[in-house]
């Protein structure tokens, strides 16, 4: 069965600083990969996903994400971060197969600091 | 587009009560899906219809949870004498199956119904 881990609970960054959320996956093949972003009270919006080809996807709100077959990993990234950026973010996989069910990792709660 | 739509945003019950709620997806998504998320975690896949057929269910879903989307446009999931437990964040999604076998367009998320039961 597939698993998502994303080992930071919380991570506090500045405005303005650089980004980068951690996310590994378990999966016997290359799953589907996504992240999406949750505030507060609200349902979860998708950022940017991979399906397959350039490894380096590029989303919405200026987030980009790289998949690293050989680490297992799909982390995101932003290169500067804005006080609206502050939510939950979740990492999340499916089989490759035609997904019909996503399995999420347990979130990751950005702070941002002025 | 209007998104996908939840109600009640919250409901507060009492444990043994039933509850019931509902989604309205996308009106031209063919597949609906479930989803529990507790305080702390991500969401957690219950279960998924493609139009009116309910294809996949989790071990989740215990026998006291049923879903239904009769007409293949809305879904309601009723839960039965509910616990304390059960307390969580329910989480509607629909997406469009483009092709079998191949990949779906993403999953939309509606705002979710809290549920808080005493």
């Known amino acids: 069965a597939q698993s998502v881990t994303q080992p930071d609970i919380h991570i506090t960054v500045s405005e303005g600083a650089s980004l980068e959320l951690r996310c590994n996956y378990s999966?016997?093949?290359?799953?589907?990969l996504f992240w999406y972003v949750q505030s507060p009270g609200q349902g979860l919006q998708l950022l940017l996903k991979?399906?397959?080809?350039?490894?380096l996807v590029q989303g919405i709100k200026g987030f980009e994400a790289e998949f690293k077959r050989s680490q297992s990993s799909f982390n995101l990234r932003k290169p500067s971060v804005h006080w609206s950026d502050a939510a939950e973010y979740f990492c999340?996989?499916?089989?490759?197969?035609?997904?019909?069910?996503?399995?999420f990792g347990k979130g990751t709660m950005l702070l941002v600091s002025p | 587009d209007t998104g996908v739509s939840q109600n009640p945003r919250h409901k507060i019950t009492k444990r043994g009560q039933n509850v019931t709620f509902r989604c309205d997806p996308i009106?031209?998504?063919?597949?609906l899906y479930w989803y529990r998320q507790t305080l702390g975690q991500g969401p957690e896949f219950l279960t998924y219809?493609?139009?009116?057929?309910?294809?996949?269910k989790s071990r989740l879903l215990s026998d006291r949870f049923s879903a239904e989307r009769p007409k293949g446009s809305f879904s309601t999931l009723e839960i039965q004498r509910t616990e304390q437990g059960d307390s969580a964040m329910y989480l509607c999604?629909?997406?469009?199956?483009?092709?079998?076998?191949?990949?779906?367009?993403?999953?939309?998320f509606g705002n979710g119904t809290r549920l808080t039961v005493t």
């Open positions: 999340a996989v499916a089989p490759n197969s035609g997904y019909s069910t996503l399995t």
């Open positions: 991979y399906f397959s080809g350039d490894t």
């Open positions: 999966y016997g093949a290359t799953p589907y």
């Open positions: 219809f493609q139009n009116e057929a309910q294809l996949e």
């Open positions: 999604a629909s997406s469009s199956l483009v092709q079998p076998g191949i990949h779906n367009s993403p999953l939309h």
């Open positions: 009106s031209e998504h063919n597949r």
